[in-house]
């Protein structure tokens, strides 16, 4: 046992252990190039699909927005990729639109927006889907 | 704020009780319109999922069953009819089947006289060793349908495409079509096998490695187009039944990218000495599948004379397509890139945040273990903002006899980066576990930084090596040095003594060699 414990103080080996894992406290949700990407660079719709998405709502950082309600939060608000998971929803702060800023109905995500009826739609609810077995 | 342009939640529920009896009924185009990209929420056939998986191979189900042990609410689609998708329905399993049988009929044929053993007539039963194989498949595959049960995951028997962003629409196997929304979405189609211009596959004279797997009778005479692991285990196979092997590569080593060229050498002595003929530096020109057999013109691959082959069965083995055909990724504006490979970020994510893409159809190797790692990580990245894959110790095996299998660099790699790197290798005809086996073909090769020691690159051929890269790709993750593996103690007499000694062998010297 000794002699093992010699040995063990004479070389010190690489592999240590460094105690239980953990998720890093910060954590950079940026895009960036997948490291088995060939050209290790994303196409550029990667930041024109979240510029795009992030234009309105706090996600966008809005100058005033950031200065308001996420004064907290960091340079990736700027970054080419907008916020979007850079950050929690919690730091950037609330989704209310700043005073005397509106909202038109058509800025918002397609899903948000008001559907056209379709015949197949309103048949379908006259006949209480009846429609949709014929 | 978005939450009041929202339909209300109750007049949703009273209908809820005619969505589910919708759900699997609707088939006709009429019908199938209305649920169209834009529909309206008392159409939503069921519940918005955490996370929607489309394909139910290895990186689908691993990520499925991580999802669900996660508590996220999950659904996966396939369309196969079975789970497991190529690696277990008709990869890395059944061919490990008919490599393991065939190898022991191959065994007891010639190599049993010099053991002791004098064995009678042999005779090869191929249907009872497919049905053996098929015995592995069905039961690995139920065994999956268990644990989607046992983790609450949804499995959606059907080929998904994208309605819209969040939506995916779902062709039922069983007939008429559902569809699925998800707040994140993950793509892991897997891919297929490329295929050879001007040679149709029909899977039974010329084949890929799904037909390799499921002939009926042994060729007489059979042609591989590509030296690569696919091809070289398949063409392993069939020789060890009695085919006449030829591998054509185009380049002039065999095992594809990745494998050390010493070890590919080797290996190709001893598949040679095998009985399996080898053309390298060869490309073939054309094909002819119009008579009884496959007639195959090729000639070197800078140009020369032109040779024909003639064979039985032609097997084209020139690699693996990402495979995304139906998606409709088109109407979602998903982008792949010039081989076909969607395009994703360091968290798997493609250009829309909430769908992820990870295994075949991205980037990477094109293997199973990679494509498990990233779906475990891509649900960690979904659950707890952080997942990892280390991309530089992801291990290659080649199930071949003696096997092949490495991690890290190789030497032409270390060369072309212009590393100060060590070499130490010790063989097995110097180990006395694999001496007293009577199989004792190859060598344990390390490669490490000549100033650290670190370890860059591990590369074995010989018995076992699939299972003995394991403790080099844990040396590699953890940074060790060659040190550390030569200063572990292993058990004696076991073949990873071989490991052990070729550490030794790099930074200082072997004991037995």
């Given amino acids: ?134 | 704020m978005f939450s009041r342009l929202l339909p209300r939640a109750a007049p949703r529920s009273a209908l809820q009780a005619q969505q589910q009896s919708l759900r699997y009924v609707r088939a006709s185009p009429t019908t199938s319109s209305l649920f169209h990209a834009q529909q309206r929420g008392y159409a939503t056939p069921s519940e918005e999922k955490d996370l929607v998986i489309i394909g139910g191979g290895v990186a689908g189900y691993v990520a499925a069953i991580k999802a669900g042990q996660e508590g996220l609410k999950v659904a996966c689609i396939e369309k196969r009819g079975a789970l497991g998708g190529t690696c277990l329905n008709v990869g890395c399993i059944p061919s490990k089947s008919l490599l393991n049988n065939s190898h022991l009929y191959h065994q007891i044929l010639h190599d049993t006289k010099n053991r002791g053993i004098e064995v009678g007539d042999v005779k090869l039963n191929l249907a009872q060793m497919m049905k053996a194989k098929e015995t592995s498949v069905s039961g690995l595959t139920k065994g999956i349908e268990f644990l989607f049960k046992k983790n609450n995951v949804e499995y959606i028997k059907g080929t998904g495409a994208f309605e819209d962003e969040h939506t995916i629409k779902v062709n039922l196997v069983d007939g008429g079509e559902t569809s699925v929304r998800g707040k994140n979405i993950l793509i892991a189609t897997g891919s297929e096998s490329t295929p050879f211009p001007g040679l149709e596959i029909d899977e039974k004279k010329v084949i890929t490695s799904t037909g390799a797997i499921a002939l009926t009778e042994v060729p007489k005479k059979m042609t591989v187009i590509g030296g690569g692991i696919i091809g070289l285990e398949m063409a392993s196979v069939w020789s060890r039944l009695g085919s006449e092997v030829t591998v054509v590569e185009f380049l002039g080593q065999i095992g594809g990218p990745g494998m050390d060229n010493e070890v590919a050498k080797q290996s190709q002595k001893l598949l040679s000495k095998q009985g399996m003929k080898f053309k390298l530096n060869t490309k073939v020109v054309s094909g002819d599948a119009s008579g009884e057999g496959v007639k195959l013109e090729v000639e070197a691959a800078k140009g020369g004379k032109a040779e024909t082959i003639e064979s039985d069965v032609v097997l084209v083995a020139i690699g693996r397509r990402p495979y995304t055909k139906g998606l409709n990724l088109e109407s979602i504006g998903l982008e792949t890139d010039t081989r076909g490979r969607l395009v994703i970020d360091s968290e798997y994510r493609t250009k829309l945040p909430h769908i992820r893409v990870v295994g075949d159809c991205t980037f990477g190797p094109m293997l199973a273990h990679k494509a498990e790692e990233e779906a475990v990580a891509a649900v960690e990245f979904i659950t707890k903002g952080f997942g990892h894959v280390n991309y530089g110790a992801i291990p290659s095996v080649m199930y071949t006899h003696p096997e092949v299998a490495w991690v890290g660099a190789n030497e032409q790699e270390l060369k072309e980066q212009g590393v100060n790197y060590k070499v130490g290798s010790f063989p097995f005809s110097a180990n006395s576990r694999a001496k007293t086996n009577l199989d004792s073909d190859g060598m344990v090769k390390f490669l490490a930084d000549a100033e650290t020691d670190r370890i860059l690159g591990v590369h074995i051929i010989g018995p076992n090596a699939g299972e003995m890269i394991a403790e080099g790709t844990l040396a590699l993750e953890y940074g060790a040095s060659t040190e550390d593996i030569g200063r572990t103690c292993h058990a004696h007499p076991t073949l990873a003594e071989a490991f052990k000694e070729a550490a030794m062998n790099t930074y200082g010297k072997a004991v037995h060699y």
């Fill in chain 1, 1 to 134: 046992m000794f002699a093992s414990t010699r040995v063990l103080m004479h070389r010190q080996p690489m592999i240590r252990f460094i105690g239980k894992r953990s998720i890093p406290q910060q954590v950079d949700h940026a895009p960036h190039a997948h490291p088995a990407s060939p050209d290790h660079t994303l196409p550029e719709s990667f930041s024109s699909y979240r510029q795009r998405a992030t234009s309105h709502g706090p996600l966008g950082g809005g100058q005033q927005r950031v200065a308001s309600s996420a004064a907290s939060v960091p340079s990736t608000v700027m970054s080419p990729y907008g916020a979007i998971g850079g950050h929690s929803a919690k730091q950037l702060g609330s989704v209310k639109p700043a005073s005397g800023e509106f909202w038109d109905r058509s800025q918002l995500p397609k899903r948000f927006q008001r559907l056209q009826w379709s015949e197949a739609e309103i048949e379908a609810i006259e006949s209480g889907g009846a429609s949709m077995h014929a």
